[in-house]
Nanobody, 121 residues
């Protein structure tokens, strides 16, 4: 089995910073793309940023210049450094990873349980 566990959410004032972490664990052969998504109340889950195993990144326009995604391949961990946070960034943030388990030749998509980020004005 493969599990993704997130940490680092919380309550912060506008203009503040938070760093999210997500680690994939279990019977893993390889982790390909990893990413962060968020879902605000009443909205659909949307992409925030993704990173390939070669550290190529993609960001949604609304977070460019404020958020930085990075990863540690040796630890199967992805990070999201969030600076200059705005109330509009309030959401449940979930990590996502494409993982090839030891018992399979195919990649599957796995999700973390989500962590709440609340930005007060």
């Amino acid at each position: 089995q493969v599990q993704l566990v997130e940490s680092g959410g919380g309550l912060v004032q506008a203009g503040g910073s938070l760093r999210l972490s997500c680690t994939a664990s279990g019977n893993i052969f390889r982790v390909n793309n990893m990413g962060w998504y968020r879902q605000a109340p009443g909205n659909q889950r949307t992409l925030v940023a993704t990173i390939t195993s070669f550290h190529r990144t993609i960001y949604v326009d609304s977070v460019k210049g404020r958020f930085t995604i990075s990863r540690d391949n040796a630890r199967n961990t992805v990070y999201l450094q969030m600076n200059s946070l705005e109330p509009e960034d309030t959401a449940v943030y979930s990590c996502n990873a494409e993982v090839r388990p030891l018992t399979s030749t195919a990649y599957g998509t796995y999700w973390g349980q989500g962590t709440q980020v609340t930005v007060s004005s």
